[in-house]
């Protein structure tokens, strides 16, 4: 494994030596963690023009759900009062005789930033920008095994839910319930808080639990997904209690799916990420539900839930091999509840069989 | 409830007026919380000479886990392109006529902060600093009501807890039922992960819970807290598996029960950070443990699980009525496992009976 680290390394080095910056400073944590193996809380990795270097403060113990750091990478622990990593690693560029410095001015904070000027003045501060998330988008195939394990375990705990009795149970106690079976199928963790949205709640995305109780006729909404080796993926399902659905639950539901479907066979290598986004607004739109859509109907994701592309109408940039994305256009009517549809793809070309779906709990309308 | 967080806003423009800044813009979540009452994702506070301005992106729907916003105060949801709300609050207090915005240097990140400047080149920016979290530090009545509530949830959720078999089961699943129970209580979530550290992992301050199973002789050690309407607290305990502790359990126990006991003696109005730190540190240090202690051993608590003051040996500053803190010594021993013992209290005058323990859990060695 050391030396996936040590080549992504090795190609941020090629890029700051090409913007003219002999050293740069990453201080986002999954940023950290990409290039590094591991990340532990508050440590930054300096890449100089020949070493590189992980500087962490003390830490109270190995903590295996932050990744296990490359052995080929050299580690300081700072002491107690050895202040801010960032601003030692500045230290030691500027001692090691770097003239530019390349930070993460989007992670960085201002107080942080004038702290480094001030701790080594001869270096020359510039802007490292995005430059590791672009290097994230497209994942090799360990990343997608991981992405590919955490969708498993993630439909696993959705179908044993599925299975149990409901009505009369909490929100939040649904919440609770599914991220304990994430862990017992072998997740690290939830990928993000699990949401369980019942009722009038239905269909709005990022709902936090609350202490509604499931009913007969509901829409219930869920929000889910593992964290495997620090990879996340996200499945959003939305089922009726009951034995049948009304007629306007049968007819939104279609709706939403159709829109998804769209989406999702959209999705191939040299697609726009805008023209993915749009396959699913335009039809959502044509049915009076435009206003009230969220800004982007799907994202990368990776060592984050949230990260680049975003699928949206205004994002710019097209989609590549090897991403995974999610697609999870929702309608929620105010008052009445509505439908979400989430499931995590990887972009494949044509000739590899298209889109690979990660998430495979089915998506007819089920009856619970 | 609403002309607390007007009070609040009212002290802080006060302060702005007296550093010569006519407008201040807030981005940490707690401390918009703290001001606005609620806390949206992403939004921002606009303390303005006379209007305030709470400023979000579009949301999903309300979320009442972050929180009421104060209805007396003005809300703007900007449209979805709408960009940075922060860059948006830079625009209107420009357009309001105000020369000077003060802003959170220690939480806006550089390229944040570079896009206020060239919406609004005509705003001389200057440092809020700390403003907000110095305000925090002493809490009124509701805050350390809310805080006594968080601390009642903990306490059931741990003693449920003892009350159940524990030979067997995984950290994992330990920490998750805490954390179900907490949430049965009425807390709105945990305050922060919860911690179950078995055998050798014991004594270890912020161990993330493994799949290690408790075992017979095993020091079982956990650390959790409630969130409650925004208030967190903390509570650590450490136990002994089986019918009687070992010699050198009983004898590490006595000795960080001590420490953490001379350290809770020391709290009082008027007494330095570092010399309740240095009341337990100096006993574990005494008994050769000093090198591997944590840095700090305590903190404040509040809107957020560590905030202001810390308790370390660097620290500056004393100790004022009605400020809540934690204390919590812990000692681990390499392969070993350890000792670690956390309370939240809250300082209080000595004629008003001294430091009020909010966490009654019994501190007794017991054998489970």
Redesign the interface.
């Known amino acids: 494994m050391s030396q996936v680290f040590a080549d992504r390394r090795g190609r941020l080095r090629g890029r700051c030596a090409a913007a003219g910056s002999a050293a740069a400073l990453v201080s986002r944590p999954a940023n950290v963690r990409y290039l590094a193996g591991g990340s532990p809380?508050g440590s930054v990795l300096l890449i100089g023009a020949e070493d590189d270097v992980l500087l962490s403060p003390?830490?109270?113990?190995d903590?295996?759900?932050e990744g296990r750091v490359d052995e080929g990478l050299r580690q300081v622990v700072l002491p107690?009062?050895g202040g801010d990593p960032a601003v030692a690693a500045a230290d030691l560029a500027q001692r090691s005789g770097a003239d530019g410095l390349a930070?993460e001015?989007?992670?960085?904070?201002?107080?942080?930033?004038?702290a480094l000027g001030s701790a080594a003045p001869q270096l020359r501060l510039g802007?490292l920008g995005n430059a590791v998330e672009q290097e994230r988008v497209v994942k090799d195939d360990d990343e997608i095994t991981c992405l590919r394990i955490a969708a498993e375990i993630t439909d696993q705990a959705l179908g044993e839910l599925l299975e149990s009795i409901l009505v009369g149970r909490t929100e939040?106690?649904l919440a609770?319930e599914l991220?304990?079976r994430l862990?017992d199928h072998g997740a690290d963790g939830p990928a993000f808080p699990t949401s369980v949205a019942t009722g009038p709640?239905s269909g709005?995305?990022?709902?936090?639990p609350?202490d509604r109780r499931v009913e007969e006729g509901d829409f219930l909404s869920v929000c889910l997904g593992a964290d495997y080796r620090g990879y996340r993926c996200e499945i959003g399902r939305t089922f009726v209690i009951g034995t049948a659905p009304a007629d306007w639950q049968v007819e939104l539901y279609d709706l939403v799916f159709a829109a998804q479907r769209a989406a999702r066979e959209a999705l191939a290598p040299g697609t726009a990420y805008r023209d993915v986004d749009r396959a699913a607004r335009q039809l959502l739109d044509a049915a009076g539900h435009g206003a009230s859509l969220?800004?982007s109907l799907g994202h990368g994701v990776g060592l984050e839930i949230q990260e680049d592309p975003q699928l949206s109408?205004?994002a710019m940039g097209k989609l590549d091999a090897c991403v995974p994305v999610t697609v999870e256009p929702g309608v929620?009517l105010p008052g009445r509840g509505g439908v979400r549809i989430d499931d995590t793809l990887v972009v494949r070309q044509e000739a590899d069989g298209g889109p690979e779906l990660l998430t495979i709990t089915t998506k007819e309308l089920l009856a619970l």
Request: hydrophobic residues 20%; glycine residues 8%; proline residues 12%.
């Open positions: 809380p003390r830490a109270p113990g903590d295996p759900t107690s009062a930070v001015e989007h992670h960085l904070s201002v107080a942080r930033y004038r802007d939040r106690h609770l991220e304990r862990v709640h709005r995305g990022g709902h936090r609350t969220a800004p109408p205004s929620h």
